[in-house]
Structures are given as C-alpha cells and as structure tokens.
DNA sequence: GTTGAGCGTT
C-alpha cells in the first residue's frame, strides 16, 4: 500500500499521531511507513508539502490507533537514521487528536528526549503564513492597520502637498510637510549609490581612500 | 541543484 486515505482526516477517533522531524528533504511517505509499520498498524501517514513550491516541508505525521504503538514507534524510531537524516519522532501536539493528548494521558508517557539537543539557532525565517493565520494575523492586522493609517496619511499630505489646496502659509508655519524631512533619509543611503554623486567620485582615476580636497570637508 | 526550525490534508 502506498497511499492512504487521501480524504484528508481520515477519522476523529482514537487515533494518535506522531509528528516526525529533521526528515530528509526527499523522505516521502512510503518511505516512513515500513519504518513505522513496525511497530504497530499505521493509520495514515502525512508529510505536508510546500503549497507554494510543492517541495517537502522535512517533517510529517504518522498516525495510529493505538497509543502503545504510538509510543513504542517513538522508542523505535525516535534518532533513527533515515535516508541519511536522524529523525526525531514524537507526538503531535498541535492537530485534530490533539485534545486526547492534551489531557495530560500522553504528555507525562513521553519520558524525556533522548538529547537531541536541537540546533539552537533561531533564525528568523518565516517560510509560510498561511499557517497560525490565527493569532499572527491579529498581529499582522494591528500592524497592517498602523501601516494604512501611516500610509494613507503620507499619500493625503502628497496629495495635498501636489494639489496645494492649502495656503503655502500653512506649509511654512508646519514646516514639517513643505519639504523633505531632512532627518529622513533615503533606505539605500550608504548600501547603494548615493543619491547624489559628487564629482570627485566620478572620477575612478584616483583611489577611494585618497580622496581629492574637493570634496569639501573642512 | 540550494535550505534544516518546526506541528497538519496534500
């Protein structure tokens, strides 16, 4: 059998599922199931895919019916060499059965990690957004609102600025608006080209750090 | 062709 029910959640019952990380990028699910077959009968195996790419995430879900299998395929295969990768098995805590584990029947079984010290490195790459759309786009949404508000305000005063439908009276008194913030200065200041070229730069005849007096700085 | 913490219907 390769595939399983493809039907999405197969079922809400008792079935307990594990989550599998630090998986090979080319581990699929045929791959995982006769490891896990082993230990007791598979339900369902799932390995989400990159809705963008469709490339694999490196980690899946394996499910079963039992919590004595369950475990005994975390014992099993729990720093097992896979495709080249040491697998880290575990159960799920996030996901439709969640809430059996979440009594607190599982979560005190789990004994201890066997030191997979994972990678402290916390980079922060943030691969998908459509996943936690739960809280991160209340977060998202606060954000995004200031960023209307920032922005709408930019492109009134813009337009007002363009349009001059107020007296130039109003500019020179809020002299904030009349110009180009002098504190504010271009993003791309210092990484890319000035925005300005003196021409003393124009000239590559001469090294950078034997810059001509012309530049003016006293 | 690349990457490497994490939690879900391709």
Redesign the pocket.
């Known amino acids: 059998m390769s595939?399983f029910k493809?039907?999405?959640?197969?079922e809400n019952r008792d079935t307990f599922?594990l989550?599998v990380?630090?998986?090979?990028?080319r581990t699929t699910a045929d791959d995982l199931f006769p490891l896990f077959d082993r230990y007791g009968e598979v339900v369902?195996i799932?390995?989400?895919?990159d809705?963008r790419t469709?490339?694999?995430?490196?980690?899946g879900?394996v499910?079963y019916n039992y919590e004595d299998e369950a475990q005994d395929a975390v014992h099993g295969l729990d720093g097992r060499k896979v495709d080249g990768?040491v697998i880290m098995v575990?159960?799920?805590?996030?996901?439709?059965?969640?809430e059996k584990i979440h009594r607190g029947r599982i979560t005190e079984e789990i004994p201890k990690p066997r030191g997979h010290v994972?990678?402290h490195?916390?980079?922060p790459?943030y691969?998908d957004d459509?996943?936690?759309r739960d809280y991160r786009r209340q977060s998202r949404s606060r954000s995004r609102e200031r960023y209307e508000q920032d922005r709408y305000r930019d492109s009134d005063y813009r337009r007002r600025g363009r349009n001059r439908s107020i007296s130039p009276d109003y500019d020179r008194k809020h002299n904030r608006y009349s110009s180009r913030s002098p504190g504010r200065r271009s993003p791309s200041y210092g990484k890319s080209h000035s925005p300005r070229k003196t021409p003393c730069e124009g000239t590559p005849s001469r090294p950078r750090d034997d810059r001509p007096p012309c530049s003016g700085n006293p």
């Open positions: 595939h493809r039907s999405g959640a197969p599922s989550l990380l630090n998986l090979s990028f369902d799932y390995i989400p895919r809705r469709g490339d694999l995430r490196g980690f879900f499910r990768r575990q159960f799920a805590k996030y996901g439709p059965n969640s994972r990678s490195s916390p980079r790459r691969r459509y996943r936690d």
